[in-house]
T-cell receptor, first 111, second 117 residues
Framework: QQQVKQSPQSLIVQKGGISIINCAYE??????FPWYQQFPGKGPALLIA?????SEKKEGRFTISFNKSAKQSSLHIMDSQPGDSATYFC??????????FGTGTKLQVIP | DADVTQTPRNRITKTGKRIMLECSQT?????MYWYRQDPGLGLRLIYY???????NKGEISDGYSVSRQAQAKFSLSLESAIPNQTALYFC????FGRGLAGTDTQYFGPGTRLTVL
């Protein structure tokens, strides 16, 4: 059973545009929702994270929005740049249990 | 120096061979993980260990085994490699008890690209 469903699988955005990646969570007990960024040839690294009592968190051009009742989260990348081209993973965690990752979204930002 | 190191970085082997991938960390974290990454399938958890005496199967443990030799070392073995185990393998660490409580941020190594012919 896939508890963290991510879409789309791939995304092409023009430079300056907005990239939007969505994530849906099956488990209502999740209490922490990180997003990871993976550049080609590298391991993933934490990008930004949110807790369910917060509806939005912004760090620079990256914003997470979270809808607790809909069990959904979205990552928005404003003014997307070619350097943002990477694979993005949403994830979720409950208490002391291990993190569960989504299937990833490969983002390509074209000039 | 990198906090999480993996050896080898690349490996080509033949079907039926035994392979060991090694992971070492200097972060002092208790938790360690082995993931497999395939195109379109994201990161799939193979095994994880919350401390030296704790080993747990992940979602795709068949055909793999692990050893937690010390807090800093976690090895993944393929007892008899098969072609569909060709993938990119990542080791990761985390420490639930540090920093903001409950974040359990994962720190990944650089990956090992394994090809089974």
């Amino acid at each position: 059973q896939q508890q963290v469903k991510q879409s789309p699988q791939s995304l092409i955005v023009q430079k300056g545009g907005i990239s939007i990646i969505n994530c849906a969570y099956e488990n209502t007990a999740f209490d922490y929702f990180p997003w990871y960024q993976q550049f080609p040839g590298k391991g993933p690294a934490l990008l930004i994270a949110i807790r369910p009592d917060v509806s939005e968190k912004k760090e620079g051009r990256f914003t997470i929005s979270f809808n607790k009742s809909a069990k959904q989260s979205s990552l928005h990348i404003m003014d997307s740049q070619p350097g943002d081209s990477a694979t993005y993973f949403c994830a979720a965690k409950r208490g002391y249990q291990k993190v569960t990752f989504g299937t990833g979204t490969k983002l390509q930002v074209i000039p | 120096d990198a906090d999480v190191t993996q050896t080898p970085r690349n490996r080509i082997t033949k079907t039926g061979k035994r392979i060991m991938l090694e992971c070492s960390q200097t972060k002092g974290h208790d938790r360690m993980y082995w993931y497999r990454q395939d195109p379109g399938l994201g990161l799939r958890l193979i095994y994880y260990s919350f401390d030296v005496k704790d080993i747990n199967k992940g979602e795709i443990s068949d055909g793999y085994s692990v050893s937690r030799q010390a807090q800093a070392k976690f090895s993944l073995s393929l007892e008899s490699a098969i072609p569909n185990q060709t993938a990119l393998y990542f080791c990761a660490t985390s420490d639930f008890g540090r920093g903001l409580a409950g974040t359990d941020t994962q720190y990944f190594g650089p990956g090992t690209r394994l090809t089974v012919l």
